[in-house]
């Protein structure tokens, strides 16, 4: 990993290894994308969202608007968690007004023949890291990613995106050792596309399990839980000075544990989750991330305000990022974006 710059001098990275700061560190998931013009005419000229994902100028392009815009303290990868289930044989669309789409993988026998060497298909994704490690400011951290082995699951299995994970979930429930082959391959590469990140420049990494909240407690532990711990044991075995932030959405209380068992730096709140259980049980763990409601910040004023406000009054004393509690909406007006930025900022200790 390039070391142009030291650690120390990057807000982020000082907030995941425990440090308080007066001023917290702020980026936004999401912060590049369709809410900014700018995003929608770089769009147009790739064509398709994963034809995007795959030109390393235009995805260090969108990765680089927000950041020019905003000043974030963090830039995250153009990309997305589906490029992993691209490389590794089941073709992804991205349709127009109905998102992602797969051919639903049903059988078991399907399982085996998954391919785990994932580098080699998303090339572009690293040849896009290594120039943001160049273009980006000195000050700004950059975070690769990737979904969570149950996550991208539920996609591969359900053929697209589902409130209920209904088809993942009944594999899970009716042969739990198939169900955990597939596991098993994602897991594996899942580590080799992070680690390709780092070895490309990402300073950050971070592994989104969106769907963690819909398992019962029983299989939170098998299927989210330990998928994660042993993703983060091999990136730690191979690059010790990279922090994780984990992000189980909707996990609730269950977070404690996510956040105890995975071996994980950071944990990224939800919109739901309670800022008192976060402020008593979770930062004393570590660095928590969050967790402002995407709507709020379409909405703005004084309710974005006041909310803003309480997160950072509630969490702020101990190690914490600034955040949302799930991505910008297309709908966020930017002068909003800015107005938070500029509130989180201007308002130190």
Same mark, same amino acid.
């Given at each position: /990993?390039?070391?142009?710059?030291?650690?120390?001098?990057?807000?982020?990275?000082?907030?995941?290894?425990?440090?308080?700061? $007066?001023?917290?560190?702020?980026?936004?998931?999401?912060?590049?994308?369709?809410?900014?013009?700018?995003?929608?005419?770089?769009?147009?000229?790739?064509?398709?969202? =994963?034809?995007?994902?795959?030109?390393?100028?235009?995805?260090?392009?969108?990765?680089? %608007?927000?950041?020019?815009?905003?000043?974030?303290?963090?830039?995250?990868?153009?990309?997305?968690? =589906?490029?992993?289930?691209?490389? /590794?044989?089941?073709?992804?669309?991205?349709?127009?007004?109905?998102?992602?789409?797969?051919?639903?993988?049903?059988?078991?026998? +399907? !399982?085996?023949?998954?391919?785990?060497?994932?580098?080699?298909?998303?090339?572009? *994704?690293?040849?896009?890291?290594?120039?943001?490690?160049?273009?980006?400011?000195?000050?700004?951290?950059? !975070?690769?990613?990737?979904?969570?082995?149950?996550?991208?699951?539920?996609?591969?299995?359900?053929?697209?995106?589902? %409130?209920?994970?209904?088809?993942?979930?009944?594999? /899970?429930?009716?042969?739990?050792?198939?169900?955990?082959?597939? !596991?098993?391959?994602?897991?594996?590469?899942? #580590?080799?596309?992070?680690?390709?990140?780092?070895?490309?420049?990402?300073?950050?990494?971070? #592994?989104?399990?969106?769907?963690?909240?819909?398992?019962?407690?029983?299989?939170?532990?098998?299927?989210?839980?330990?998928?994660?711990?042993?993703?983060?044991?091999?990136? &730690?075995?191979?690059?010790?000075?990279?922090?994780?932030?984990?992000?189980?959405?909707?996990?609730?209380? =269950?977070? /404690?544990?996510?956040?105890?068992?995975?071996? #994980?730096?950071?944990?990224?709140?939800?919109?739901?989750?309670?800022?008192?259980?976060? $402020? +008593?049980?979770? %930062?004393? !763990?570590?660095?928590?991330?969050?967790?402002?409601?995407? =709507?709020?910040? *379409?909405?703005?004023?004084?309710?974005?305000?006041?909310?803003?406000?309480?997160?950072?009054?509630?969490?702020?004393? &101990?190690?914490?990022?600034?955040?949302?509690?799930?991505? #910008? *909406?297309? %709908?966020?007006?930017? +002068?909003?974006?800015?107005?938070?930025?500029?509130?989180?900022?201007?308002?130190?200790?």
């Amino acid at each position: /990993m390039p070391s142009d710059v030291p650690s120390k001098t990057k807000l982020l990275l000082r907030a995941l290894s425990g440090e308080t700061l $007066k001023t917290p560190p702020i980026w936004l998931m999401r912060q590049a994308g369709r809410y900014l013009p700018e995003y929608r005419a770089t769009r147009t000229q790739a064509g398709s969202f =994963l034809d995007l994902c795959y030109n390393p100028e235009l995805a260090e392009e969108v990765t680089l %608007q927000p950041i020019r815009r905003f000043g974030f303290d963090a830039s995250i990868l153009f990309s997305d968690i =589906l490029v992993v289930p691209d490389a /590794m044989g089941r073709k992804v669309a991205f349709r127009e007004g109905e998102g992602p789409v797969l051919e639903p993988l049903r059988h078991v026998d +399907e !399982i085996a023949r998954l391919n785990c060497d994932v580098t080699e298909h998303l090339a572009p *994704v690293y040849e896009t890291v290594r120039r943001l490690r160049k273009s980006l400011p000195a000050e700004t951290a950059l !975070i690769g990613f990737a979904g969570a082995p149950w996550t991208v699951a539920t996609y591969i299995v359900g053929g697209s995106g589902s %409130q209920d994970q209904a088809a993942a979930k009944a594999w /899970m429930y009716r042969a739990g050792d198939e169900f955990q082959q597939l !596991i098993d391959k994602l897991v594996a590469a899942t #580590i080799e596309h992070l680690s390709a990140q780092v070895e490309a420049g990402a300073e950050v990494l971070q #592994i989104f399990d969106t769907w963690a909240g819909s398992l019962p407690a029983l299989y939170f532990h098998r299927f989210s839980i330990a998928p994660t711990k042993t993703i983060v044991a091999a990136l &730690r075995a191979r690059f010790p000075d990279v922090p994780v932030i984990g992000f189980p959405r909707g996990a609730g209380a =269950l977070a /404690m544990e996510y956040f105890l068992q995975t071996g #994980i730096q950071g944990l990224s709140l939800d919109t739901a989750q309670s800022l008192s259980f976060a $402020k +008593e049980a979770l %930062q004393p !763990i570590g660095c928590v991330q969050g967790n402002l409601d995407p =709507l709020l910040l *379409v909405a703005g004023g004084k309710a974005m305000r006041s909310a803003a406000r309480h997160i950072l009054g509630e969490l702020r004393d &101990r190690p914490f990022v600034f955040n949302l509690g799930h991505g #910008i *909406v297309p %709908q966020t007006p930017p +002068e909003h974006v800015a107005a938070l930025v500029e509130l989180v900022r201007g308002s130190p200790k």
